[in-house]
């Protein structure tokens, strides 16, 4: 089933484990997918294992005017339109209290993950097709409080406000806006954060971040893409302005 068959996306964060899954399951869907990411090794990996003509890929820092340009243009150039933005880009920063968090890594961390997704809203949206959907990569660090990941939590919660500012300017284009909310997932990210928050013992961090999932376990990248394909999909165009949890009951 090609449920979003002449339809052209552009994945932020690509090489990373989400936006790899979410690319997966959009080209088997029949789209058109721009894969996007800072690390131009990882990306070119992706892009070969998977080895799709209808995958292009742009080397682009999601927190630069020129780099958003950039990867604008060549999704316009390679595709001629744009019907799907996944603002998938993001870091975790490190774990410390607020009064020890250093500044250098809260500004990377603001760059990135609200810059990065402003820039996306604020350049790609005018440029896409009436009927478009954008979703955001928020957590659920973007609806509750977690200790030491002030800055994370920070940028999590201000995309939220930023997408419903935009599903409301761009609601008479019929273009809606809503953020994704992870709980804990199964990737490289959260293997760096079990790390930071305990070198020594990253097994036990895992644990612990179980024992708060009500389903026992990290959700699977590919159960994020499953999410980002319904709201990429016309089964979702009605659907503008919400946070979407996928955490195994964690809010709860």
Known sequence: MERLKDKTAIITGGAGGIGFATAKLFLQEGAKVVLVDVDKENLEKASHELNHKNLSFCVADVSKIKDTEKY?????DVYGKIDILFANAGIEGTTKPIAEYPDAIFDK??????????????????????????????????????TNLGAYVATKHAVVGLMRVAALEYAPKKIRVNTIHPGPVNNEMMRRIEKDMSPENPEQVLKSFEATVPFGRYVASREIAE????????????I?????????????
Do not use: R, Y
């Not at 603001?110 to 990569?137: D, F, R, Y």
């Not at 955490?247 to 709860?252: A, F, N, R, T, Y």
């Open 72 to 76: 604008i243009a060549k999704t316009l």
């Open 109 to 146: 961390v603001i760059a990135v993950n609200l810059k990065g997704v402003w820039l996306g809203c604020k350049h790609v949206i005018p440029k896409m097709e009436q009927g478009s959907s954008v979703m955001i990569t928020s957590s659920v660090a973007g609806l509750k409080g977690f």
């Open 227 to 238: 999410m980002a394909l319904f709201l990429a999909s016309n089964e979702s165009k009605f």
């Open 240 to 252: 503008t302005g919400q946070t979407h949890v996928v955490d195994g009951g964690m809010l709860i």
